[in-house]
Structures are given as structure tokens and as C-alpha cells.
């Protein structure tokens, strides 16, 4: 039954449209007010009548029986339903739509470009990487949840002078066997190696200057190495891809826009928008608070910014996009407030539709990060760190779990992941191995616990067979995990619209920790079979909407552990 549909139908109040009396309909705080509450105050106006009065009058209709009571209370119109009659309602809609639970086709038609992870190459997927990772790929599957379009896109940072550098180091003093069985270990110690001997030996800076222009002229030497540096870093970003369960429609990085910065260039020129600035091109802003967006270097070199420009239009051309969005630290605020404003100055109105989602950044309880010196901690090292801690416990916790080695597997990248979405990803974060494992809490390990709880309990209960008695979940505890289950699909809309997946990793705390509370106040192996059904049929929603969101974080649901 959908209680917001049945308002917004019966109540008729003249220039008030129904998706805005759906839009208006609130899920008080309060469960003794009601269930569903609308307020108003804001028909006060075309009504001529104060807003209590308009309440009373509203709950005066009928509404087809949906309702237990209708009620008005301070200029709120309250809803209370029939408890019974709604849990059968939504439990049998999670069990008859199962995976499809909480799908929808509010997007269809409509494409959401999302540039997320892009990593860099020959350097370290580390930590941020993750945060991005995690934050593009939810964003990526609640959307195509949705019905929308989606489009991945890791925009490579496979482009810049570090290549020459990278040459020039490799040709000195790499080993080809130690690179292919270490990969961006092996590459990262050269580059390290580059900027301490360069220190020394200045002249290093312009070899890899000269290096750089051979990839850039075509070189076959140049753009052999380039590509194999390549090579080895995507090969190895697609293991962790792969554990995270991530994946993208496109990799075309900075280096695919090398022959359609020009266009962008010369646009800017026709519109007079590039200004000369002691040799480079620029575009200034009016409100000369903003630095100007540097187009081309005084050697004639394009920019980060410039390949972003080609992007955007290439994407636009491509994709024709609704939205494109960024997901990137907020270090990069500036960067993309620069751009975007640039694009809108060339007139295109849909520069409106591009969205820097910014990001925290993350460190480690014990651990400074920089890349250039070396001691940078690897996302994969710590992905394995993880699992091999949730193997401990399993160890300790079950010791005859069968597939001991997959389910940590699943817990140690899974508690990662949860870490990475549990707060609005604006937040910085401080990442502790111990904390995000713990199995009480607000962690992945406990949702997953949970999730094994169901599923334990389905297996030693069986089935529900036979009648229902919805007086089994008459209750309290009952009533609060299904209003969770009931706000699944909204969670998902407004993490889509506010590009905030934590909202959905809340959602899953909440009913996770809705279903202990009801699985302790409430005796299910052992109740009445009628009532135990009842209880029974909770848990398999419970355990299929757990699952569903949860495989939009990326998150694995072992059955045991
Ligand atoms: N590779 C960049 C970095 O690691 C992020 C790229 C973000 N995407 C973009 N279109 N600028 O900082």
C-alpha cells in the first residue's frame, strides 16, 4: 500500500499539486504521533485558514480505510496505520521483489556521469583512493538502483612530467625482472630514488624533461615504457577493483584528451576569454578573488584544467549527461570551482549540471603519508591486514566455519568499506584497523554479523509454513524494524539526490540494530507456529533488505561467520 499515494489523492486543496502534498508528508520522529505526518502550514495561504483548522478539516476525509486514525495536532495532519495491516503489506513486497527490493525506474532515461577512483599511474592506490573509491562506486550502484544511466568513469591520472621522470629512473637504475614481480613497489622505489638523486644532480630534471617530450612527440622507446608503467598499475588497481566489487565503463584518463585540448583552446580564443599572462594563457575571473584558470603554461604545455575542459565537452558529446559528477578531495575545491565557472563563462548553460562531490581525507591512527618520500602506506597492505585480523576472530569465534579464508576475505574488506561510508563523506577520517573490525559497534562486521543471524536463524527455524499470525509482530521492536525497512527506498532517493551513501550505510546500522533489539525482546524458535511465522517472516526481510543495500556499498553478506 503506498500510504503517501493514498494521502496526496484524497486530499484536493486548489494550486496544491500531488507531488507536492507527496513531497510535504514527513516520517515523525516521534512513532506515538503517527506514522506519517503532513503539515499545514504552507496551505495556510491559498486556503484563507489557519493551519489547525485546515488539519481538522483534512482528517475529516476518508482515506479508503488505510488508516487507523487520523488526527490533527498543532497544524500537523497525523497518520497512524493499522500496524497489522501494513507489516503484511511490506513484508510481502520485500519477499515477492526479493533483489528487486527497493529498485526503481525514477531515472530512467536520464544518464549521471560519475568520475571516481581515478587513480594515478605508477603510484600507490592508497588510502584516499578508497575513500573516493568506496563514496563513486556506492553513488554508481544506488544510481543504476534507480534506474538512472550511470556511467563510471576513471578519469587516469596517466598524463604529467613525473613520466619523464619515471624514464629516466628506470633507464638508470630499474630492473625489468624486479619491476614486473614487484609493480608499483618497484616503480615507486625508482621514483623515489629520482627525487633524492635529483636533489644532487640537477641536470636529472631535464633528462626527464626530454623524456617527457618523447612520449609527447611519439617516441617508440618513450611510449613503450609509458605504456608498460601503465600496464603494470591497472593490472594490479584491478585486483583491488575487483575485492571492492567496483567497476567502470571507462578508463580513459588525462592522456586520452591529448588531441582534443586543442579545440578547447582555440574556442576559448574565439570568445576572447584567454588573457596573457607573462607568456601563458589564462582565463580571468571577474570576482578577482578567484586565481585564474591557467590553460597553458608559458611552453606551450597544457594543464591539468585543460584536460579536464576536453573532458567535459567530450563527455558531454558523448554521453550527453543529465549530470557529471566529481567525486574528489576537497583539496581540489579550487581546481574544479575554477573550471566549471570557465565553462559557463563559454556559455553553456549546462555547466549547472556539473557537481564537484568532495571528499575528507583519511589517515591512519599511526602514520604520516607522502608519496614522493616513499612512505606511503598501500590500500592493499591494509586490505590484507584486515583480513587476516577477521580471520583471527573467526579463528577464535568458529572455529569449524567452513570457508574460513573467503569470510574473512569478505569481513576484512567489507569492515574497510563500511569505514570509508559511515560518516557524510565531507568528513575527515582516521582509520583504525582494530576499530573498523570490531564486531560491536557501528561496524561492517557487526551488520554482517547480523545478517548471519538471520540467516542461522531461517536455517534452524525453516521456512514459514502454514498461516500468519501478524499478532507475533505486534510490538514495539517489530514496528520500529519495519518503518526502517519501509524508509529503504526514500534512503536510497536522498543518498542519490545529496550524493551522501552514508545515508544508506545508516539505513543498515539502523536496521540491523532494530532486528537485534526485536531478535532479544522476542522469542522466535520457540513461539506458537502461527506467531513464529510471523517472526520468521520478518527476519527474511530483514536479511533480503540487509543484503540489498548492503551490495550497494560494496559490502559482501557471508551466511555465516
Ligand atoms: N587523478 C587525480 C588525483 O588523484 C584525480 C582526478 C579526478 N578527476 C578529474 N576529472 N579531475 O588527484
Known amino acids: 500500500m503506498d500510504y503517501k499515494k493514498i494521502i496526496s489523492e484524497t486530499i484536493n486543496i486548489e494550486g496544491v499539486s500531488q507531488e507536492e502534498i507527496i513531497s510535504s508528508i514527513t516520517l515523525p520522529k516521534d512513532l506515538s504521533l503517527g506514522d506519517f505526518a503532513l503539515p499545514c502550514f504552507k496551505f495556510a495561504k491559498a486556503l484563507h485558514k489557519a493551519p489547525n483548522m485546515i488539519a481538522e478539516d483534512l482528517a475529516k476525509l476518508d482515506y479508503k480505510g488505510a488508516f487507523e486514525k487520523v488526527e490533527a495536532v498543532n497544524g500537523y495532519l497525523n497518520f497512524k496505520v493499522d500496524k497489522k495491516v501494513q507489516a503484511k503489506q511490506i513484508l510481502d513486497e520485500v519477499i515477492e521483489k526479493g533483489n528487486e527490493y527497493g529498485k526503481s525506474n525514477i531515472g530512467a532515461g536520464k544518464t549521471i556521469c560519475i568520475d571516481f ?69 618497484g616503480l615507486l622505489d625508482i621514483y623515489v630514488k629520482f627525487h633524492k638523486e635529483a636533489e644532487v644532480h640537477p641536470e636529472l630534471e631535464d633528462e626527464a624533461r626530454h623524456w617527457f617530450k618523447n612520449i609527447e612527440d611519439g617516441n617508440k622507446e618513450a611510449l613503450d615504457l609509458f605504456y608498460w608503467f601503465k600496464d603494470i598499475t591497472l593490472k594490479e ?25 586543442d579545440a578547447v583552446v582555440e574556442e576559448l580564443e ?29 611552453d606551450g604545455a597544457t594543464l591539468y584544467a585543460t584536460r579536464d575542459l576536453a573532458a ?25 570551482k575554477q573550471w566549471f565557472k570557465v565553462v559557463e563563462m563559454m556559455g553553456y548553460d549546462w555547466a549547472k549540471d556539473l557537481y564537484h562531490v568532495a571528499h575528507g581525507m583519511v589517515s591512519l591512527e599511526n602514520g604520516a603519508l607522502s608519496t614522493r618520500e616513499g612512505n606511503v602506506v598501500f590500500l592493499e597492505d591494509v586490505l590484507n591486514t584486515c583480513v587476516e585480523k577477521a580471520k583471527k576472530v573467526i579463528e577464535e569465534k568458529n572455529p569449524n566455519l567452513e570457508n574460513k579464508d573467503e569470510v574473512a576475505e569478505q ?14 563523506r565531507i568528513k575527515d577520517i582516521t582509520f583504525s584497523e582494530d576499530k573498523v573490525l570490531s564486531f560491536e559497534g557501528e561496524t561492517g562486521p557487526y551488520v554482517q554479523y547480523t545478517y548471519a543471524r538471520c540467516n542461522s536463524l531461517l536455517e534452524k527455524c525453516g521456512d514459514v509454513e502454514g498461516d500468519i499470525d501478524f499478532e507475533g509482530i505486534n510490538n514495539d521492536a517489530a514496528a520500529e524494524v519495519i518503518r526502517t525497512i519501509s524508509k529503504y527506498q526514500d534512503t536510497l532517493m536522498e543518498a542519490s539526490e545529496r550524493f551522501e551513501p552514508y545515508l544508506v550505510t545508516r539505513f543498515v546500522v539502523e536496521l540491523a540494530q532494530g532486528f537485534n533489539k526485536f531478535y532479544f525482546d522476542c522469542n522466535i524458535a520457540n513461539a506458537e507456529q502461527g ?31
Open 312 to 336: 567535459v565537452f567530450y563527455r558531454k558529446k558523448t554521453y550527453n549527461f543529465d549530470k557529471c559528477l566529481y567525486v574528489v578531495a576537497y583539496q581540489q575545491n579550487l581546481h574544479f
Open 237 to 261: 588497481v584491478d585486483k583491488i577493483y575487483k575485492r571492492l566489487d567496483v567497476t567502470f565503463d571507462s578508463y580513459a584518463g588525462e592522456s586520452f584528451y591529448n588531441d582534443k585540448m
Open 270 to 298: 574565439q570568445k576572447k576569454l584567454l588573457t596573457d599572462s607573462e607568456g601563458a594563457k589564462v582565463v580571468m575571473f571577474e570576482d578577482d578573488k578567484m586565481p585564474p584558470c591557467i590553460i597553458k603554461k608559458s
Open 117 to 185: 577512483s581515478s587513480v594515478n599511474i605508477a603510484k600507490p592506490f592508497h588510502m584516499g583512493h578508497m575513500l573516493n573509491t568506496s563514496i563513486g562506486s556506492a553513488l554508481y550502484k544506488i544510481y543504476k538502483e534507480l534506474g538512472y544511466n550511470a556511467i563510471g568513469i576513471n578519469h587516469l591520472g596517466d598524463w604529467g612530467t613525473q613520466f619523464g621522470k619515471l624514464i629516466v629512473a628506470y633507464k638508470k637504475w630499474g630492473n625489468k625482472e624486479d619491476i614486473e614481480a614487484r609493480g608499483v613497489r
Open 411 to 424: 569481513v576484512g574488506v567489507g569492515a574497510v568499506i563500511f569505514a570509508m561510508l559511515y560518516n557524510s
Open 531 to 561: 506467531i513464529k511465522n510471523a517472526r520468521l517472516l520478518l527476519t527474511k526481510a530483514v536479511k533480503q533488505v540487509l543484503q540489498n543495500a548492503l551490495k550497494l556499498l560494496g559490502i559482501q553478506t557471508p551466511k555465516k561467520m
